[in-house]
């Protein structure tokens, strides 16, 4: 006979997490979102982010003259960068922003230029299989931290 020692903890009710669930949640996709600003959104304006994003091929007249310019030093990351002319659009994109968690989706609002259109902001936005990793490790681990400290809580009270 194999001997079993049994060891019991008093954990928060299932019912209080399940009421917590949607804050924390929240919480995680707010953390999660704001990395996504700080980390991966700054790597959408690399020459690196040609390959990595697939962005839409741009025009040899266009990369030529974008080369040009950038010898003038008026381009900036000389001409290699898809979505970087001047910098203006990147640096007010990183600048600020708004993070809106609300039930199943989170909002990242950010002001920006007008002449963003649909493909570049698609392009700027968009995120590799890396970074959709990186994305769920930090979820993952909010919603853990998060949940830790409730049933830390629920036990201290």
Same mark, same amino acid.
């Given at each position: 006979m194999i001997p079993i020692r049994v060891i019991t903890v008093e954990t928060a009710s299932f019912e209080g997490l399940k009421r917590e669930m949607p804050g924390i949640l929240r919480e995680a996709g707010a953390e999660m979102a704001l990395d996504w600003h700080r980390h991966t959104l700054p790597q959408a304006f690399e020459p690196s982010a040609r390959r990595r994003h697939n962005h839409r091929p741009r025009s040899r007249r266009y990369k030529a003259k974008k080369r040009a310019l950038a010898r003038k030093g008026i381009?900036?990351?000389?001409?290699?960068?898809?979505?970087?002319?001047?910098?203006? *659009?990147?640096?007010?994109?990183?600048?600020?922003?708004?993070?809106?968690?609300?039930?199943?989706?989170? *909002?990242? +609002?950010?002001?920006?230029?007008?002449?963003? *259109?649909?493909?570049?902001?698609?392009?700027? *936005?968009?995120? +590799?299989?890396?970074?959709?990793?990186?994305?769920?490790?930090?979820?993952?681990?909010?919603?853990?931290?998060?949940?830790?400290?409730?049933?830390?809580?629920?036990?201290? +009270?």
């Open positions: 381009v900036r990351k000389g001409g290699q960068a898809d979505n970087v002319f001047s910098g203006a *659009t990147e640096q007010s994109l990183e600048t600020l922003a708004n993070v809106r968690p609300a039930r199943g989706k989170i *909002t990242v +609002s950010m002001i920006g230029p007008r002449y963003i *259109t649909r493909p570049v902001g698609e392009e700027i *936005t968009r995120m +590799s299989r890396g970074e959709e990793k990186r994305a769920d490790r930090i979820m993952e681990a909010e919603i853990t931290k998060r949940v830790k400290a409730f049933r830390k809580l629920k036990k201290s +009270s």
